[in-house]
């Protein structure tokens, strides 16, 4: 199978039997995944009439085409990972956790989001989506059972802090 044919959203599926027939509205998405995969290909593929297609109605009057086709356009897409999902199918209602990677000139970037989805006549449409901050990682020294114990109280970590362990 020809990379060029291989669906941008990472599947390993080519693009007819992945998102196209979503995109091109000839099958539901059958998942807030899925919904989540075509919208990312929607942007590298630059099929912005999709993009508020897949939109719930009340989101839809908020959305600025002409931007949205700049950016799809001027952006080189480098790929999807999806982090998590959950879905709550009786809330008819899912969140997708992703990070892309994209180009615009020559800066690499990633955007990484929680987007909500919602589940309106059987179709899984986009609701809204918001940027996740970096978190630090704070990782604990590793403490000896014979060093002193880092809480400053002069004992050895096995006989205060470490005791309990």
Not at 39 to 61: C, G, I, M, N
């Amino acid at each position: 199978m020809a990379e060029e044919n291989l669906c941008p959203c990472g599947s390993g599926k080519t693009y007819t039997e992945c998102c196209e027939p979503i995109i091109k509205g000839l099958t539901l998405a059958p998942t807030p995944e899925a919904l989540m995969r075509s919208r990312y290909t929607a942007y590298a593929k630059h099929e912005v009439k999709w993009l508020k297609d897949s939109l719930e109605p009340s989101q839809q009057a908020d959305y600025d085409e002409k931007s949205v086709e700049e950016w799809s356009n001027r952006s080189e897409w480098l790929g999807i990972k999806i982090l998590q999902t959950k879905t709550e199918e009786e809330k008819n209602i899912g969140w997708v956790e992703f990070v892309c990677k994209f180009k615009q000139g020559n800066i690499a970037r990633e955007h990484h989001e929680l987007s909500e989805f919602h589940r309106v006549k059987g179709a899984w449409l986009f609701y809204d989506g918001r940027a996740v901050k970096p978190q630090t990682i704070h990782k604990e020294a590793e403490v000896g059972r014979n060093d002193p114990c880092p809480c400053g109280s002069g004992k050895k970590y096995k006989k205060c802090c470490g005791a309990n362990k």
